[in-house]
């Protein structure tokens, strides 16, 4: 079975700040892709970034980036400069060959002025 | 990236009665899928389709629950005898250029009374 552990259900950071938010999961399949999705108060799900598992050079989107660490089978994700709409919650999730997120528990993540 | 509404964004209903969900993608896509998230707790899958044809289940997806594309465009997730614990968010997503990468609508808020 496929699971994703996000082990912090809150976190915050100082407004220009740099703030890292965890994630770990487990699979037995070779070939899978990682993604990090936001989750504002509308409760839309907007797509922030996402990581190839045969890749090895770790996603960047502007000022989101990832360290995938696939054998320790880690996928953090790194918001530099952080602004206060990056205010959200922030989900970690997987898929397999069939294509499914499987999802992690989310992170909240607050931005203090 | 691709578009998706949904409608109704908010439903109401009385436990028992039956909803129709509906999705419609701004451009053409091959696969779809429907996720519910409970408040408080994590994304769930419940189905994908594909070609006109269910690809795969979840556990959660049982016989009240049921989807279609009755003219090539919308989406629909019926549930026909709503009970009080299926009240939750319900998202649609459909794949951008790349299959694996999942663009979700703004979701259906449906509480059951």
């Known amino acids: 079975a496929q699971t994703v552990t996000q082990s912090q259900p809150e976190m915050s950071v100082q407004e220009a700040e740099t703030v890292t938010l965890s994630c770990t999961y487990d699979?037995?399949?070779?070939?899978?892709?990682l993604f990090w999705y936001k989750q504002p108060p509308s409760r839309q799900m907007i797509l922030v970034i996402r990581?190839?598992?045969?890749k090895q050079q770790n996603a960047t989107e502007n000022r989101f980036s990832v360290n995938f660490q696939k054998a320790a089978k880690s996928f953090s994700l790194k918001i530099s400069d952080s602004q206060l709409g990056d205010a959200a919650m922030y989900f970690c999730?997987?898929?397999?060959?069939?294509?499914?997120?499987?999802w992690g528990a989310g992170t909240k993540l607050i931005i203090k002025p | 990236e691709p578009e998706v509404t949904q409608t109704p964004s908010h439903q109401v209903t009385q436990m028992g009665q039956e909803v129709i969900l509906r999705c419609v993608p701004i451009?053409?896509?091959?696969?779809f899928y429907w996720y519910r998230q409970i408040l408080g707790q994590k994304v769930e899958f419940l189905v994908s389709?594909?070609?006109?044809?269910?690809?795969?289940k979840s556990e959660i997806f049982d016989d009240q629950f049921s989807v279609e594309r009755p003219d090539g465009s919308n989406f629909t997730l019926k549930i026909r005898s709503t009970k009080l614990e299926d009240s939750a968010m319900y998202f649609c997503?459909?794949?951008?250029?790349?299959?694996?990468?999942?663009?979700f609508g703004p979701g259906t808020r449906l509480t059951v009374t």
């Open positions: 999730a997987l898929a397999g060959s069939n294509y499914q997120l499987i």
């Open positions: 699979t037995s399949e070779s070939d899978y892709y």
């Open positions: 990581q190839e598992a045969y």
């Open positions: 451009s053409n896509h091959l696969y």
């Open positions: 389709f594909y070609n006109n044809e269910i690809s795969e």
């Open positions: 997503a459909v794949t951008g250029q790349d299959s694996y990468e999942q663009y």
